[in-house]
Structures are given as C-alpha cells and as structure tokens.
C-alpha cells in the first residue's frame, strides 16, 4: 500500500512506504516496526519476525452520528443593522457624504477607416 507510516521502535523516527508500497529504511532497527495507516489496524512486528510482505487488516470504525442544528446567519445581522441605518446613511442627505470617480475611455480604430472619412 502507498503512503504508509512506519515508526522505527516506536520513536519519532521512521519513514513512508513509496507508490508502490515499498520502502528502505537505512539505518539498523533494535526492536520493532510500528505501521500505521488510516482506515487500518496497526501493526507491529518485532524485529526477528519482519518479512518482504506485511499485510495491514482493515479497522472497522462506527463513527457517532452528528446534528447539525440550525443557527443565525451572520449576513442576516449584517441585513438587518443596515436596513435600520438606511435613512441614517443616504448619500443624497447625507452632507458628509463624498465620493470621487475616475473612468478611462479607448478609442481605437484601424488606419483604412481614417482613409474613408
């Protein structure tokens, strides 16, 4: 299997099997090979009994239903709090109120339709 977690005598070392499910570890091993992966039981195997193929069992796991309950939206609140200050807030009332506007316009055209003018 790919991307399996093998911890070398249960410490922070270790390393992850490749694609193919294979791996090398390069330094010497004093005890055990811890495997894990998701969706599988663990496995260790001690030393004198690793071999080439070690096969993890799938883990059957019962999760606990969740409820999602219903709750306010917070863009409801925003809405809200607007629409109370809409008078407050009207630009065409409001003598504080600016604003500034910037528009860029291109005109372009080929050289033939300069000719025909």
């Known amino acids: 299997m790919p991307f399996v977690n093998i911890l070398i ?3 922070p070392k270790g390393v992850v099997t490749n694609i ?3 791996f090398t570890i390069k330094e010497s091993i004093t005890n055990s090979l811890h495997f894990t992966f998701i969706g599988y039981q ?3 195997i001690t030393k004198k009994n690793l071999r080439d193929t070690i096969e993890l ?3 059957i796991n019962v999760l606990e239903g969740v409820e999602i309950q219903p709750g306010i939206n917070p ?3 925003i809405i809200r709090l607007a ?7 009207r630009p065409e009332e409001n003598i504080n109120y600016q604003t500034e506007s910037y528009h860029k316009f291109i005109l372009t ?3 033939d339709s ?3 003018a």
């Open 57 to 59: 069992t799938k883990s």
């Open 75 to 77: 863009a409801h609140r």
């Open 20 to 22: 193919d499910g294979k």
């Open 109 to 111: 055209g080929d050289m």
């Open 42 to 44: 663990d496995q260790l």
């Open 9 to 11: 005598d249960g410490g």
């Open 114 to 116: 300069l000719l025909k």
């Open 83 to 89: 629409s109370r200050k809409r008078e407050e807030n």
